[in-house]
C-alpha cells in the first residue's frame, strides 16, 4: 500500500516536471500545461495514475494552500484601499457572467442547481495565468492593471463566500434554516478567533521568531492554516475558509513577507500536484457529448466579458476603448475558483459533468487570452464604439470620471461624506445579518408548529425591529445622498445642481436594479423557488436598462431645459 502511494506520489512529480517544460516550451501558462497532462495520464485516458484517494489528497492540500495564499493578499486596509470603483466593476462583473451561465443553462433544460453551479463557475478569472501571461508580454505596468488587480483581488474573496455558500447547502432536501443558522453561528465563532488571533498574533510569533529564528516561519504558517481550517469544519465551514483566514492573519504580521516568502516553495509544489490532480478527474467522453454546451457558454461568455468587463470599465473606471478592448481580453481565462466550485457540484447530482466543461473552457480561454491580448490596440480599432468618442457612452465616462476625481479630493465635505457612506455600510451590514436572524427564527418556528399566538407575535416582533432597522439605513442613506449632490453641485455649480441629482438618482436606481436581476438566481437556489421564477431578474433588467437610458437622456439634454428656464424667469 505503502509502495504504491509512493509510486503514485513520484509519477504526479514525475509529470509536473514534463508540464512545466511544455509550458515552457510552447511560453503558455503552466496551469494549462498540468491540467492537459494530467488529463491524459489519469484513470479516464491512459491510467498511469489511478489511486484516488491519492489524487483527493492533493486537491485537498492544494486547495487549502491555495486558499492560505490567498488570504496573505487579503486585509481589511488593502480592501478598503481599493476603493468602492473596484467593488462596483467587480460586482458587475462577477453578476453579468453568473446570470449569463445560469441563462444558458436554464434554456437548455438543465435544472436551477445545476445553472447555479454553472453560473458561478464561469464568473471568476484567474489570477495565476493572466498575471503569468500580462508579465510574459511586458504588459504589467499599464494603466489599467491597477483596476484589474484589485477586481482579481475581490474576486478571490467572493470565491471564498460562494465556495462557503454552497458547502452549506443541502440539494437532497434544502434546510434553509439550518443552513442559515450554521452560516451566522459558525462565521461569529470564526471572527471572534480570527480577531482574537489578529491582535496577539504579532506579539506571539514576534517571540517564536526571536526565540528559534526566521527558519520556524513555515511552521507557524501552516499550524496556523492546519488549526483554523480545523476550527472551521468544527463549525459547519469548509476548512478552506480556515485556511484563508489564517493566510490574513499572517498578511497582518510586521514580519509578512518573511513568512510568505517561507511558505512559497510549498504552494508550488501542491499547486502543481492540485492542477494535474484535478487534470485526471476530466473527462474527454464527457467533453464530447457537452460540446456544444461549450461551445455555447464560450461564445456568451465572450459577449458577457464585453458587457461586464469592456463596458463596465468604459463607463465607470474611465478606461479608453483601447483599454477597455484590453481589459476583456485579459480576464478571459476561468479560475481556480471555478475548477473549486466545479469540483464541488460533482458532490451533488447536478446533472451535468461541469468540472470537464469548465476544464476545457479554461484551457481553450487561456489559449484565446494569450493569442489576442498582444492585438488589442488592432480590434479595438475594428470596432465601432473606438470612434465615438463623442457618443453617449462616452459621455457618460466622463462625465461620472469626473464625478469620482472630484470626490477624491480631501476637504471637509468629501471626508464628511466618506464618514456618512462608512456608517451607512456598517448598518446596512447589521440589517442584512438581522433579517438572515428573523429568517431562521421564523422558519424554525414554523417547523416547530409553534401555535398562532406566539407565531403572530414572532412576527410582529421581527417585523418592527426589521422595520425599525431599515428606517435607520433610510434616514442615513438620505442624509449622505443630501451631502453627495451638496457636493457634487458645488463642483459643478448650481446651474447643473438640478442636472447632478436627476442624474445620480437615476444612475442609482439602475444600477442597484441591475445587481438585484443579476442576483436574483442565488435566491431562486436558495428558496428552491421553479425556474420560471427568474423571469423577475428579466424584469429588473429591463428596468434597469431603462432607468440608464434615462440617465443618458438627463446627462445630455438637460442644460438646454435649464437654460430655457432661467431665460424665461
Not at 386 to 400: D, E, Q, T
Not at 469 to 485: D, E, M, N, Q, T
Amino acid at each position: 500500500m505503502i509502495d504504491d502511494t509512493l509510486i503514485t506520489l513520484g509519477l504526479l512529480f514525475l509529470f509536473a516536471i514534463i508540464g512545466g517544460l511544455i509550458a515552457n516550451r510552447f511560453r503558455q501558462p503552466v496551469i494549462l500545461a498540468l491540467l492537459l497532462v494530467g488529463t491524459v495520464i489519469g484513470p479516464n485516458a491512459l491510467e498511469i495514475v489511478r489511486d484516488q484517494e491519492m489524487i483527493s489528497l492533493m486537491i485537498e492540500l492544494g486547495t487549502l494552500l491555495f486558499l492560505f495564499f490567498i488570504g496573505l493578499e487579503f486585509s481589511v486596509k488593502k480592501l478598503a484601499r481599493l476603493g468602492p470603483m473596484v467593488m462596483l466593476v467587480t460586482l458587475l462583473k462577477v453578476g453579468v457572467l453568473f446570470f449569463i451561465g445560469y441563462s444558458v443553462m436554464v434554456l437548455l433544460g438543465f435544472g436551477v442547481a445545476a445553472a447555479a453551479f454553472t453560473g458561478v463557475a464561469v464568473s471568476f478569472s484567474s489570477t495565476m495565468i493572466i498575471l503569468n501571461i500580462l508579465n510574459q508580454y511586458g504588459f504589467r505596468n499599464r494603466q489599467e492593471m491597477p483596476m484589474l488587480t484589485g477586481v482579481l483581488i475581490m474576486e478571490d474573496v467572493f470565491g471564498v463566500a460562494m465556495l462557503t455558500v454552497f458547502g452549506l447547502l443541502d440539494m437532497s432536501k434544502v434546510v434553509l434554516a439550518e443552513s442559515i443558522g450554521r452560516l451566522i453561528i459558525g462565521l461569529i465563532m470564526l471572527l471572534l478567533v480570527y480577531f482574537a488571533v489578529s491582535k496577539i498574533a504579532n506579539r506571539v510569533v514576534g517571540w517564536i521568531t526571536t526565540h528559534s529564528g526566521d527558519e520556524v516561519a513555515v511552521f507557524v504558517s501552516l499550524s496556523l492554516c492546519a488549526g483554523f481550517s480545523y476550527l472551521a469544519a468544527l463549525v459547519g465551514f469548509g476548512p478552506g475558509v480556515g485556511a484563508f483566514l489564517a493566510g490574513s492573519v499572517i498578511s497582518s504580521l510586521s514580519e509578512a513577507k518573511t513568512f510568505e516568502h517561507a511558505t512559497r516553495p510549498y504552494l508550488v509544489i501542491f499547486n502543481a500536484l492540485f492542477f494535474i490532480a484535478m487534470g485526471t478527474m476530466i473527462d474527454f467522453g464527457s467533453v464530447m457529448g457537452n460540446i456544444k454546451l461549450i461551445v455555447w457558454l464560450l461564445a456568451l461568455c465572450a459577449i458577457g466579458l464585453i458587457v461586464g468587463v469592456g463596458l463596465i470599465t468604459r463607463v465607470f473606471a474611465g478606461f479608453t476603448s483601447e483599454g477597455a478592448i484590453f481589459s476583456t481580453l485579459a480576464m478571459l481565462p476561468f479560475g481556480t475558483f471555478s475548477l473549486l466550485v466545479a469540483r464541488q457540484a460533482a458532490q451533488f447530482d447536478i446533472g451535468v459533468d461541469l468540472l470537464s466543461i469548465v476544464s476545457l473552457m479554461m484551457i481553450v480561454q487561456a489559449l484565446m487570452m494569450s493569442l489576442t491580448v498582444r492585438h488589442s490596440p488592432a480590434i479595438a480599432g475594428t470596432l465601432f464604439w473606438r470612434h465615438s468618442s463623442s457618443g453617449p457612452i462616452a459621455g457618460l465616462s466622463r462625465y461620472i470620471t469626473s464625478f469620482v476625481e472630484h470626490l477624491r479630493i480631501e476637504h471637509t465635505l468629501t471626508n464628511r461624506l466618506k464618514k456618512k457612506m462608512l456608517r451607512l455600510s456598517a448598518k446596512v451590514v447589521v440589517l442584512l445579518l438581522a433579517l438572515l436572524f428573523v429568517i431562521v427564527l421564523l422558519l424554525r418556528l414554523h417547523a416547530a408548529g409553534t401555535g398562532l399566538p406566539l407565531l403572530m407575535l414572532s412576527y410582529g416582533l421581527s417585523l418592527g425591529a426589521v422595520g425599525w432597522l431599515s428606517l435607520i439605513c433610510y434616514r442615513s442613506s438620505r442624509a449622505a445622498a443630501s451631502l453627495l449632490f451638496k457636493v457634487l453641485g458645488g463642483i459643478e455649480g448650481s446651474w447643473h445642481a438640478l442636472r447632478t441629482r436627476a442624474f445620480v438618482q437615476r444612475l442609482v436606481v439602475s444600477v442597484s436594479c441591475a445587481l438585484l436581476g443579476l442576483y436574483f438566481p442565488i435566491a431562486v437556489l436558495m428558496l428552491s423557488l421553479p425556474p420560471w421564477t427568474s423571469l423577475v431578474s428579466v424584469a429588473l433588467l429591463v428596468f434597469a436598462a431603462g432607468e440608464a437610458m434615462r440617465a443618458v437622456v438627463v446627462m445630455r439634454q438637460y442644460p438646454s431645459r435649464q437654460r430655457a428656464k432661467i431665460a424665461m424667469g
